[in-house]
Structure formats: C-alpha cells, structure tokens
Nanobody, 124 residues
Framework: QVQLVESGGGLVQAGGSLRLSCAASGRAVSDLAMGWFRQAPGKEREFVGG????????TYADSVKGRFTISRDFAKNTVYLQMNSLKPEDTAVYSCAATLSGSFTWSPRSMNYWGQGTQVTVSS
C-alpha cells in the first residue's frame, strides 16, 4: 500500500514562492507516476503537473508552465513541487497523487493513491 503525505503549504504574497513536499512510503517514488493536483473553492480538481516513473519525464498544465517545477529525491523518497511567481489564482488545496500503472492519463480518476492535501493561499 502506498501512502503519501504532503507538507509545505501556507500563506504567501503574490510573486512569492513555496515548495510543497510529498513523502511516499510503501513504494519507491521511482516506481510511481506522481502528480500534483489542486482544487480551489467551487471548482473541480485540476491537474497541475506530474512526473512519470523511472525516467522521470515531467509535464505541466499550461497555467503553471514556466513557474512550477517538479523534482524527485530518491534518498528521501519524496517528490517536490517548487512554485515560483505565485498568483492569487494559484490559491487552492494542493494534493499529490500516484499510480503504479504504466498506462494512465493525468486525470484524478487515473490516480490510485492520494495524500491529504495542503492549503496554499496567495494574497494580492
């Protein structure tokens, strides 16, 4: 069983930065495709970015491309989401998710494991 625990959320001013962490247990992050999703109040959960297993290819939503970066630390079995140039519209609950499947899409329903989520609030 895979367990995911996020940390690093908080309140930041527009233009600032935050780094979210997603610590995995039960499987190595190199075995997992891991994604970051977010959900703002009154909106559906949306894909932010993800990293494929093994080779670690990353992909990002257009809304965050160039501002957010995903990385992995194999020694800590942790995936990070570095968020720069934050905007008020980035305010949401951010969750990491994972799948062991080699055939999937970056959609919430394709993910098998979820963390508890962490709040990110960007003030204007």
């Amino acid at each position: 069983q895979v367990q995911l625990v996020e940390s690093g959320g908080g309140l930041v001013q527009a233009g600032g930065s935050l780094r979210l962490s997603c610590a995995a247990s039960g499987r190595a992050v190199s075995d997992l495709a891991m994604g970051w999703f977010r959900q703002a109040p009154g909106k559906e959960r949306e894909f932010v970015g993800g990293v494929r297993r093994s080779a670690g290819y990353t992909t990002y939503a257009d809304s965050v491309k160039g501002r957010f970066t995903i990385s992995r630390d194999f020694a800590k079995n942790t995936v990070y989401l570095q968020m720069n140039s934050l905007k008020p519209e980035d305010t949401a609950v951010y969750s990491c998710a994972a799948t062991l499947s080699g055939s999937f899409t970056w959609s919430p329903r394709s993910m098998n494991y979820w963390g508890q989520g962490t709040q990110v609030t960007v003030s204007s």
